[in-house]
């Protein structure tokens, strides 16, 4: 799936992509299990690049296909003699950042560029999908579950083919696409009259603990959680570990604190009209804290 793909299924434009990309910082790591759930929003890793100069070229790289257009071939064309010539590239024995201990690992390849291209527009697109919703939740209240169903498609996403549940149901905060590397699913809204009839009771949600291995340096085992439901069958419906947050949720919240922290720092009246006209968006009023809430009241005289 190429970036003229993903528009083209998800019926946007890639502005919102490309500032969910940009708002990310770069962090280095040597685990996948170093960063998780809401952390995959605000920031940009991959595995096996600390001590190696890399994670920032490959970051550019992303934010490079997404603002272009770029197919994954053309990325992967472009990137693959850079990582090659800093050595980030093929099988090789390496010292652990933290340990020292020699370990066996794949750094650069063909898959593992794929990878990356397709989690990450994935995940970008979709971040700018969630705003576009949330912004459109008066004429749009339910969203439909849609997952792509070819032989590639897993079961469980499968199996959510078509679940539909009003926009703010908690479902959504865990069960938001991508719900995995390489996730293809995505959400659809609907106005009334599509959902009113389809709509379904907000499920019970339950939350397991998995292991996901042991810190090398520390000897520490990791945990993870996962956040979902049981299907009639009995079958678990819930992100893979490390996925279990709605990525563009988290990215509107962090655009909206972001935009409050420099109202705050405005004249009071600058920053009393700014806030007004900021919250005649309707994305942008769902995405504040209560204490930003509480705030923007104390400033507009709404309490009074």
């Known amino acids: 799936m190429n970036p003229e793909d993903i528009k083209a299924v998800f019926g946007m434009q890639p502005e919102a992509a490309v500032a969910y990309l940009q ?4 962090n280095v790591s040597w685990d996948w299990q170093d960063m998780l759930d809401d952390a995959h929003a605000t920031a940009f890793t991959v595995a096996k690049t600390a001590g190696m100069d890399v994670v920032g070229d490959i970051y550019a790289a992303v934010v490079k296909a997404a603002e272009s257009g770029q197919t994954l071939e053309q990325f992967s064309e472009q990137l693959t003699p850079v ?11 390496v010292p652990h950042p933290d340990t020292g201990e020699i370990q066996t690992v794949r750094l650069g390849s063909p898959h593992r560029l794929k990878t990356i291209y397709l989690t990450n527009m994935q995940s970008a ?3 700018g999908r969630y705003a576009e919703m949330m912004d459109a939740i008066d004429t749009h209240p339910y969203w439909e579950y849609v997952a792509v169903n070819d032989e590639r498609t897993r079961e469980t996403h499968r199996m959510l083919h078509g679940s539909v549940y009003a926009a703010d149901d908690p479902v959504w905060d865990s069960l938001y696409p991508p719900l995995d590397y390489r996730c293809r699913c995505r959400v659809r809204p609907l106005s009334h009259s599509q959902g009113a009839a389809l709509v379904q009771p907000s499920p019970k949600l339950e939350s397991i603990i998995v292991d996901i291995g042991t810190n090398p340096a520390t000897g520490e085992e990791r945990y993870a959680q996962r956040t979902g439901f049981r299907l009639p069958d009995g079958t678990f419906a819930a992100p893979s570990a490390g996925f279990n ?7 509107l919240q962090r655009t909206a604190r972001v935009a409050i922290e420099k109202a705050q720092s405005a004249p009071p009246e600058l920053a009393k009209v700014a806030v007004k006209e900021m919250m005649k968006q309707e994305k942008f009023r769902n995405a504040l804290t209560l204490a930003q809430l509480k705030w923007v009241a104390e400033l507009l005289g709404l309490n009074q």
């Open 23 to 26: 708002q990310k910082g770069i």
């Open 83 to 93: 990582l090659q010539a800093k050595g980030w590239w093929g099988r090789q024995d």
């Open 125 to 127: 697109y979709m971040a």
């Open 245 to 251: 947050a709605n990525q563009g949720k988290t990215f």
